[in-house]
């Protein structure tokens, strides 16, 4: 077995993006995050990201990823005999792993792994599943107003955003969620325009965002209606227009993520099109 860490993103691109490609729509976060790596190293900050692959003289066993602060990625994959290699490299070199975000296989095994060699603690924040979509349900499209966010919306769009991951991950750091909002904030000055917005008589009332890109899909990600606004359909209708827009664009198929624990969007999702993937789980670690 040869394990090794990359710091050139374009080596580790060669090597990683035909192994992601193998299972596009189950690795299409890491997918994403390679390809923006790819396209500017400090796309997710300054500080250097984690890149690792494992191979024997055949073929490649582990692909894993992460861009500080966020947690490490491990690629979907259909072996799971290597995952102790993994730990024992990452233990090695030192390397600082505040959580692991996987399939959910891997992410059990690789948590249960670390957190007994470095004496932590873990716990499972959030169960999420992967959906993917080829085709929308033409009875969810409405016939509300709908179009991109621009500068004008750009206040709300924040304030909205904020609330969501605040609801969506109660647990995340400060810092990461001001590192978000940052970086929303520079898509709107660079005017790279995501977000759009559901609109009831001229009024937004629900939004989402056109997420990453992998090279035969887009995700959405970012969904979000105030509370006072929910119930009424406007997220379906909003997530059901973007996801055609999405398609319409060439695209072969749209993805996004959902908490398990949230049994109404996953149904809501699912009436528009978008079939179950894979689970996955997301784990963090802490001090005893």
């Known amino acids: 077995m040869e394990a090794k860490f990359y710091e050139k993103i374009d080596e580790f691109y060669d090597i990683a993006y035909p192994f992601l490609m193998r299972y596009e729509a189950e690795n299409n976060l890491p997918l994403k995050v390679l390809i923006s790596l790819n396209q500017n190293k400090e796309q997710y900050g300054e500080e250097a990201p984690l890149l690792f692959s494992l191979k ?36 090695d070199q030192k390397k600082k792993i505040p959580g692991v975000l996987s399939f959910k296989e891997a992410a059990d095994t690789f948590a249960k792994l670390w957190s007994k060699k470095n004496s932590l603690r873990c716990n499972l924040i959030r169960r999420e599943r992967v959906f993917k979509l080829i085709e929308v349900s033409e009875e969810y499209i409405g016939n509300m107003g ?3 966010a621009s500068k004008t919306h ?34 709107f000055e660079e005017n790279e325009y995501r977000f759009y917005l559901l609109f009831n008589n001229g009024v937004p009332v629900s939004m989402a965002r056109k997420g990453g890109k992998t090279p035969n899909g887009n995700f959405l990600n970012f969904v979000y209606t105030p509370p006072s606004l929910r119930r009424k359909g406007y997220a379906t209708e909003c997530v059901a227009k ?17 908490d398990l624990s949230n049994p109404i969007s996953n149904s809501i999702y699912q009436k528009i099109g978008y079939r179950p993937v894979i689970d996955e789980h997301h784990y963090k670690f802490y001090e005893n």
């Open 56 to 91: 024997d003289s055949k073929t490649i066993k582990i692909i894993a990823l992460r861009t500080p602060p966020h947690d490490l990625i491990i690629a979907y994959n259909d072996n799971m005999e290597d995952i102790d290699i993994l730990v024992d490299e990452l233990y």
């Open 146 to 148: 709908f179009s991109v």
């Open 154 to 187: 750009q206040t709300l769009v924040l304030k909205w955003a904020r609330e969501m991951i605040k609801e969506a991950l109660a647990d995340a750091p400060e810092g990461i969620v001001d590192h978000t909002i940052k970086n929303i904030t520079k898509e």
């Open 242 to 258: 973007l996801s055609k827009l999405i398609l319409e664009e060439g695209n072969k198929y749209c993805f996004l993520f959902t």
